[in-house]
């Protein structure tokens, strides 16, 4: 989908190294939001931002860090990237009055 | 935060026959959000329902959502290959970030 891009779309790290996954929305919406998918889990919230350089943590927010220093790019940083953190990272945007939009996610595995 | 309840968790049907999901919870929903996701793709908004009682109909699939907006279904009709997917609800409310439920994936066999 043109309006939300995330990337890398895949990437394999090892242990121990920081990693940070982009996304990027030509859309100008206000809300970003990065879940990460599990199975058995579901999805879960991990850091959502509000506004350029107004973030909040979700449900799952330990080891990860987020930046918005503009409108359109959210960034999600592992700052050590653990096995438990392996998994399908999906950002998503929206208005106030809007729903969610995804991205088609990336697909992060530690090893 | 809200739990979701949803099932069953796993099913797998025949093409052309019917099926109901379910979204249940322990709290009153603001309002509620169907979603399907397709392999190697973000979910897509189905429907959005927000008063208790309401049934939405698109095409093959019916939602309802329960008179005292705690449960909600949706219903496929004459089920087929496309409908394979995971199904997942989420809970709106406002702008705070929505809470989903672990999802229903579906299995249509042709």
């Known amino acids: 989908d043109a309006g939300i891009t995330q990337s890398p779309r895949h990437k394999v790290t090892e242990t121990g190294t920081p990693v940070t996954l982009r996304c990027h929305q030509t859309e100008n919406h206000r809300y970003m939001y990065w879940y990460r998918q599990d199975p058995g889990h579901g999805l879960r919230l991990i850091h959502y931002s509000y506004g350029v350089k107004d973030t909040d943590k979700g449900e799952v927010s330990d080891g990860y860090s987020v930046s918005r220093s503009k409108t359109e790019d959210f960034l999600l940083t592992l700052e050590s990237a653990t096995s438990s953190q392996t998994s399908v990272y999906f950002c998503?945007?929206?208005?106030?009055?809007?729903?969610?939009?995804f991205g088609n996610g990336t697909r992060l595995t530690v090893t | 935060t809200q739990l979701l309840e949803q099932s069953p968790q796993f099913l797998s049907i025949q093409e052309g026959e019917n099926l109901t999901v379910y979204c249940n919870s322990s709290s009153v929903f603001s309002s509620l959000q169907w979603y399907r996701q397709e392999p190697g793709e973000g979910p897509v908004l189905l429907v959005t329902v927000v008063t208790g009682g309401e049934v939405k109909k698109l095409k093959r699939l019916t939602f309802q959502f329960g008179d005292a907006r705690k449960d909600s279904s949706l219903h496929i009709t004459a089920a087929q290959p496309g409908d394979t997917g995971l199904y997942l609800c989420a809970e709106n409310s406002g702008n705070t970030p929505l809470v989903f439920g672990k999802g229903t994936r579906l299995s249509v066999i042709a």
């Open positions: 998503a945007i929206r208005t106030d009055r809007s729903p969610l939009h």
